[in-house]
């Protein structure tokens, strides 16, 4: 599949380099970041990572891609559109995110966001967009609400991928839907 670029204002939303594992690597280590998602990566488990969303890119044509700021060319994190994995949701679009702690509050997953939702309807028009977060991911929540997304409370569910005995287990599910 070919790589995709998507520009706004502030950022560009890309396809994943082999490059980009150091600042993946430190987002993943993050302990602020990794507090509503899971335990903090090792390197070969960020590896992994980085090869899984590639081969996603290269197999499906979209996966969380890198979010990079213009300004100074930094990997702030990754937000982007993929088939989701996950019980209800599975093959399904499912657009996710995760940025650097020291760049919240200033709109950049908002905006790599809606640029990807943009990227979505043009790509998959008519296709429902969905997300998933950990019940305490007030953050993530949030941004979902802004983007017009609206909570399913019947598609709640325990993420098979997170320990039965984790406070990140219990997940909810959001969709949007997308005008034909």
């Given at each position: 599949m070919d790589d995709v670029r998507i520009e706004t204002d502030r950022l560009v939303v890309r396809s994943w380099r082999d490059e980009d594992f150091a600042p993946l690597h430190a987002l993943c280590t993050d302990p602020q970041v990794m507090a509503t998602i899971g335990p903090l990566n090792d390197r070969d488990k960020t590896r992994a990572l980085l090869a899984r969303l590639q081969e996603r890119q290269a197999r499906e044509g979209c996966t969380f891609w890198a979010m990079e700021r213009k300004a100074d060319g930094r990997v702030l994190g990754f937000c982007g559109i993929a088939r989701g994995t996950v019980p209800f949701i599975a093959d399904k679009l499912e657009i996710g995110w995760r940025l650097a702690s020291d760049c919240w509050g200033q709109s950049y997953a908002r905006e790599a966001a809606e640029a990807s939702l943009?990227?979505?309807?043009?790509?998959?028009?008519?296709?429902?967009?969905?997300?998933?977060?950990?019940?305490?991911?007030?953050?993530?929540?949030?941004?979902?609400?802004?983007?017009?997304?609206?909570?399913?409370?019947?598609?709640?569910f325990e993420h098979p991928a997170v320990p039965e005995d984790s406070g990140l287990r219990p997940h909810v599910t959001y969709c949007l839907e997308q005008a034909a």
């Open positions: 943009r990227w979505a309807a043009e790509t998959h028009p008519g296709q429902a967009i969905w997300a998933i977060t950990s019940v305490g991911n007030v953050r993530s929540r949030g941004l979902m609400e802004r983007l017009g997304m609206r909570y399913m409370p019947g598609m709640d």
